[in-house]
């Protein structure tokens, strides 16, 4: 359920982010795109409630824990702990912004959009505080977290409502020249960005694979692989292959990339309802080891053990899969052939993942 929650609080940000910044952008540049009223007003009233699932939760375990009355935990979880304190705020944001966005008079002012965007920033700001990298480094987590997901959901909220909520193919060049140079930028911040929050979150970035966390970071990151194929394919090669091909549709294909987003969100969704390891050794005092690290990994496991790369036949053999599957994605965006090159992007993942994993000893 939290897990769940969290995913659906991600897509509601980005749903908000990506119709309101593409109501500031001029009709000639962009396809025609409608995103209902009704929609945004649910995403804006649904924030508060699922971000508070998480809160219920740690108030149920800790009232449980120290036999303590459910509304006395949470009353001191609100008022206490900065994720708490956050939600409070949050629940202040989206009221605010659920008002905006109802009425009329101001729903068809031209300067909403500005108002509600900034609204919507601050709700991510406080999303950040009430992060664990703003817990672990209060200033340094709040700024990185920030921007790690705000510019995220700048790329994806632009292309779920442009792919989903267009009406029409009018104006993809004039789109896609300025939307590819601000996918490019957001994507360098989303990295540089995560980077930096594995340094102090995930410290033993390759030992964390043995626990279930290190393995859905890893996870998310190799998704990430065929995510950045399906950007380069229609960012850049849309207009190329739209000359080979008269009946090509980017719709389809930017669907696809929404998809592919979607599974992304929903690995950072898991990652963000778990604690990150900081010393690998003493979490597996706790944790148990990830039943995938230890279905693949062919040694003796042993909680104290630190793990390295090192080259097999296998792992070459898997890396080499994923360079056909990543040329096959490139051929079949050129041959509009949009099943296949969805399934080999996958595939070019799956074969990272098993390249990486068969290189640890």
Known sequence: MIYLSEGLLYICFAILIGALLLRLVPEHVRPTVHVPN????ACAIA????SF????QLAQLFAKNFELAYIDMLKSILLDVNSGKAWIWTLVGSSGLVVL???KSFRNDKHMPKVALFVT???IV???YASHASALSSLKGLVVHTAHFLAFSVWIGILFVVSWFSKDERNWPAFLNWFSPVAIGAVIVTLLAGFTLMTFTTPQYVNAWMIPYGQMLLIKHVLILPLLLFAYTNGFGYKRTAKLNSGFNPKRWLKVESVIALLVLGATAILGQQAPPHKIQETLQTVSPSPLFTAIYKGSF????LLQFTLHMESVLMF????????GVIWTHKSNRLIPSFIMGMLSAVFVYFGLMFSIA
Do not use: K, N, R
């Open 320 to 327: 080499v899969a994923a360079l056909l599957m990543i040329a």
């Open 47 to 50: 924030i508060p409630i699922l």
């Open 38 to 41: 009704t929609l945004l007003l």
């Open 53 to 56: 699932v998480p809160i219920h």
């Open 302 to 305: 042993s909680p104290d053990m």
């Open 101 to 103: 966005l109802g009425l």
């Open 121 to 123: 920033f601050l709700l």
């Open 126 to 128: 406080w999303l950040g």
